[in-house]
């Protein structure tokens, strides 16, 4: 056995219960005892009804934290262009849409799931530090409302020199008038130190994304008077997972200090694109709210008179979303117990890719049960990997095959990472709405994945 029981009840759990600090999700009593409910639906039947692992989402909790962003940011032009790899479903992004959403794309693959979505260009901006020619031409033949309407999605973010080359040739292919020319904003590298992990960090002079303001400057400028491009913006991307107002405040008047610059210069930019990368609170974290980054950002914007925007992903789901697993096996192994549940590191990769702690608690309480008896266990999937681990040496209460854990916060870069690592089917998604669940991606079959196969000869 690990650490005795006895000591353990007297250790604290070291992380609150996800479900007494996300809204929208709570414990309520349920016929058996007391139950973790998303809005009007207990995550046990949601998971027992759709199999497992499954992730399941809550509209109310998307629509609140999307909410909360635009109304801090009341008084002044504003777009919030969700940032889509931090999740890619195909209903959510409509549902954000219909809440006056734009979206910040960054492949050639996420353009079509937007197109196949039914959004108009001018809602699209398109960054990353590795646009394709092929993937920069689809983009300025996307229509800029309707289907087939002229070309022309809201912004080019371009982070190179030898990126603006391209852009500029593949633009002076399709441009037949300078009011047609593609809007273009330069991504700057703000140099400041930020985000959560080393991989997440993104505004640093060291980092490969986004040009230093000198060269960007020389970019402008060089381009000032081009028929093909129309500079309309600048953009920044600091890190992700930013726990502190200070780095965005200080590289947002950065770039302030550089739209007014490039004013004098006869350049005037109509948008300020700030990125995302606002950190949300997993286990213990204590970011700025929503609404104070919101008004921090909207004090400096509102005297350069430009239209903001904001590319959030993590600050708009991630806590909307959990990742249900049914419990496999127990086992005890050298005096440590290792509870084996059926999801695994393709599912949900950040704890294997970042060391992220998704805490893990069960959904069910039977009535009269002791909630105290903790013991620390470790909770890991079946892939053929040690790294195939949620959490070690976690507090969690006697388990048994068949039942349901939640993994928390997963909302964002969940299944947008998942893979198909050894031969596993991607998971399900649900969206959950007052009392109902609907299924809004279907888990994968085996003819799904081996569809893209070939036969040798
Ligand atoms: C990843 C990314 C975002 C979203 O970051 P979050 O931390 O999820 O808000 C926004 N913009 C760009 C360019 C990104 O690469």
């Not at 033949?141 to 040739?169: C, H, Q, T, W």
């Not at 995302?276 to 008004?295: C, E, I, M, N, W």
């Not at 609907?438 to 000869?457: M, P, Q, S």
């Amino acid at each position: 056995m690990g650490a005795p029981t006895a000591n353990n009840k007297k250790k604290k759990l070291r992380y609150a219960d996800p479900a007494t600090f996300l809204p929208h999700f709570a414990w309520k009593k349920s016929p058996r005892g007391k139950a973790v409910f998303a809005e009007g639906v207990t995550l046990d039947e949601a998971a027992k009804k759709t199999g497992t692992p499954v992730y399941l989402y809550s509209q109310a909790a998307i629509h609140d934290a999307f909410r909360e962003l635009d109304h801090g940011l009341a008084g002044i032009p504003h777009t919030l262009c969700f940032a889509i790899k931090s999740n890619g479903n195909r209903a959510l992004l409509q549902m954000l849409a219909a809440m006056g959403g734009g979206f910040d794309a960054v492949s050639g693959g996420e353009i079509e799931l937007l197109r196949r979505a039914g959004v108009p260009g001018q809602r699209i901006v398109f960054s990353g530090v590795g646009k394709s020619r092929e993937e920069i031409r689809e983009a300025l033949r996307y229509p800029a409302s309707g289907k087939n309407g002229r070309p022309g999605i809201l912004l080019f973010n371009v982070e190179s020199e030898a990126e603006m080359d391209v852009l500029l040739a593949e633009a002076a292919c399709v441009v037949r008038h300078p009011s047609d020319a593609p809007a273009v904003s330069i991504r700057v590298n703000p140099d400041v130190q930020a985000g959560g992990h080393p991989h997440i960090s993104t505004g640093h002079h060291q980092h490969k994304f986004g040009m230093d303001l000198a060269a960007a400057r020389r970019l402008y400028l060089a381009h000032r008077d081009s028929r093909h491009i129309r500079w309309e913006g600048i953009s920044a991307h600091i890190g992700s997972q930013v726990l502190s107002l200070a780095p965005f405040r200080k590289a947002l008047q950065r770039m302030a200090a550089f739209v007014r610059d490039l004013r004098g210069e006869g350049i005037f930019l109509r948008y300020l694109d700030f990125g995302g990368g606002l950190g949300v609170r997993y286990t213990d974290q204590k970011p700025p709210s929503r609404a104070d980054y919101a008004h921090m950002v909207r004090e400096i914007v509102r005297p350069l008179g430009v239209h903001l925007l904001l590319e959030p992903g993590r600050s708009i789901v991630a806590q909307a979303g959990v990742l249900l697993t049914r419990v496999l096996y127990v086992k005890e192994n050298r005096g440590k117990t290792f509870v084996i549940v059926y999801a695994a590191m393709n599912d949900l990769m950040r704890p294997a890719l970042y060391g992220a702690v998704h805490a893990i608690t069960p959904v069910t309480r039977a009535k009269g049960a002791a909630s105290a008896t903790l013991r620390r266990v470790d909770i890991v999937g079946p892939v053929c990997e040690t790294g195939d681990c949620f959490l070690h040496d976690w507090p969690l209460p006697p388990v048994q095959s068949g039942d349901v854990l939640a993994i928390w916060c997963a909302g964002a870069y969940g299944m947008s990472l998942a893979s198909n690592y050894n031969m596993r089917l991607r998971a399900p998604e649900l969206l959950v709405s007052g009392k109902r669940a609907k299924l809004i991606r279907r888990r994968e079959t085996y003819n799904d994945l081996f569809r893209a196969d070939c036969n040798l000869g």
